[in-house]
């Protein structure tokens, strides 16, 4: 590590908890880092070592299998470094999804999660990736006047029709939510996307048979719950309606459930290390605001 910047002064920060798992994980691993390196380090350097004692061909063999070691212990290095990252990163967002589903839910999460099992049964869509989807459909129902379980009902089909939007139309989940959420708000040109084609015409003709009004009478509630039949209607109709059971088993599909399960892999891992992390980082953040002059001269 270079010494070309060096901070004068010390930082203090309370550590009554003596060393953490943190600090001895880090520990942990910087040695082993450091003992792989050595051993690179090491067998790179024996060659010139040993050149009078060995043929030409066996020096370059001895150097190269150094080389190769060093590289493997920087890529070791690097790796650690990556995984710690991401496995923040991850369990950052995972906590923010929970936090969201907790509120968002409240009384019903346990309904809510029931949906999510059965859909993922049904379409081989991980419950983890219809979850952060329908935190935000549940949320929209909820907001255009509907009672929780007129929303939690209208979640579940509004899942069901975007996971088959996303295999029949071969785009992702989180894409086609983000077209069919559009579209169910009025947005109609957002569904030419993913098949979704209606005219005024058509929406007043749905509108007076189910609610013996014109579309513009209609109020936000019932105009989304319209079209999520239009939307039916139409996937029915042109054979996109249970295509994501269909492809459940498809090459994106099984992709995209196994960079959930690994994001959420990657969260329990690094967890433990944000709790550690967070008061240290606030504590850190605190002792800057408190001493500008210092980072000034740094």
């Known amino acids: 590590m270079s010494d070309a910047f060096k901070l004068k002064g010390t930082i203090e920060i309370d550590n009554s908890d003596a060393n953490s798992d943190l600090d001895e994980t880090i520990k942990k691993a910087k040695e082993v880092g ?61 906590e923010a999804e929970n936090a969201a589903f907790a509120s968002t839910f409240g009384d019903v999460a346990n309904a809510a999660t029931e949906s999510f099992n059965s859909i993922q049964k049904d379409t081989n869509v991980h419950a983890g990736r219809l ?9 929209q129902f909820k907001g255009s006047g509907l009672e929780a379980v007129e929303s939690l009902e209208m979640m579940d089909e509004y899942l069901r029709l975007a996971a088959d939007a996303a295999a029949y139309y071969d785009i992702s989940l989180e894409d086609a939510d983000a077209r069919l959420r559009s579209f169910l708000r009025g947005n109609t040109e957002a569904g030419d996307a993913i098949g979704l084609f209606t005219s005024e015409s058509q929406r007043n003709t749905y509108a007076l048979e189910k609610y013996g009004k014109q579309w513009q009478e ?60 967070i008061p240290r980082i606030e504590q850190f953040s605190k002792w800057l605001s408190e001493n500008p002059e210092i980072v000034e001269q740094f």
């Open 34 to 94: 450091e003992a792989i390196e050595d051993a690179g380090t090491n067998a790179g350097n024996a060659g010139p070592k040993v050149e009078s004692m060995v043929s030409t061909g066996a020096l370059a063999r001895a150097q190269a299998l150094g080389q190769a070691m060093y590289d493997v212990a920087k890529n070791v290095g690097q790796l650690i470094i990556d995984l710690g990252g991401k496995s923040i990163e991850a369990a950052a967002k995972i």
């Open 131 to 139: 979850k952060s989807v329908g935190i935000k459909a549940y949320s």
């Open 218 to 277: 209609l109020n936000e509630a019932q105009r989304q719950m319209l079209l999520l039949d239009v939307a039916k209607d139409i996937y029915e109709q042109g054979g996109a309606l249970g295509q994501a059971s269909r492809e459940g088993s498809s090459w994106a599909n099984v992709m995209g459930n196994l960079s959930r399960v690994w994001e959420e892999i990657l969260a329990k891992l690094g967890g433990p290390i944000m709790e550690q992390l």
